[in-house]
């Protein structure tokens, strides 16, 4: 499973049974860390999740910034609420790219807003699956 951690929306992306592509795709509409860390946890463990990989935004130069801190932090609530193995996961430019993949998929409007946060969660579900 992998999380792309927002203030008012965090995609989320699972990946298929065999481990080598994205699934399911959504987002969780919440500007309350410990909730979202409850709605991540509990879809975790009803799809008996093995590994969470939290997106991690660090600064071009590597840096850790505030966006990066507040990974860290959902991380620290992810922890107190399960014993799932969570990673952290360098997603420098995945916002970016998401917005690529949704402009050639012709998707602008309302709905390109909730489905960028999916995609990126998709991506870095996809870069992790790579490694």
């Known amino acids: 499973?992998?999380?792309?951690?927002?203030?008012?929306?965090?995609?989320v992306a699972v990946s298929d049974i065999t481990q080598t592509i994205t699934g399911d795709?959504?987002?969780?509409?919440?500007?309350?860390?410990?909730?979202?860390?409850?709605?991540?946890?509990?879809?975790?463990?009803?799809r008996g999740v093995s590994c969470i990989v939290v997106g991690y935004p660090k600064n071009m130069d590597g840096s850790i910034g505030s966006r990066a801190k507040k990974s860290e932090q959902l991380v620290t609530a992810l922890q107190s609420l399960c014993e799932i193995e969570i990673k952290l996961w360098d997603?420098?430019?995945?916002?970016?790219?998401?917005?690529?993949v949704l402009d050639t998929?012709?998707?602008?409007g309302k709905?390109?807003?909730?489905?960028?946060?999916?995609?990126?969660?998709?991506?870095?579900?996809?870069?992790?699956?790579?490694?």
Request: net charge positive; glycine share 6%; proline share 0%.
């Open 1 to 11: 499973m992998a999380i792309d951690y927002g203030d008012a929306r965090t995609g």
């Open 25 to 46: 795709t959504w987002v969780i509409k919440s500007k309350n860390k410990q909730e979202t860390a409850r709605l991540i946890t509990d879809e975790a463990i009803k």
């Open 91 to 100: 997603e420098r430019l995945t916002t970016i790219s998401a917005h690529k």
């Open 105 to 108: 998929a012709g998707k602008y």
């Open 111 to 131: 709905k390109r807003k909730e489905a960028v946060d999916a995609v990126a969660a998709s991506l870095i579900l996809e870069g992790y699956l790579r490694q």
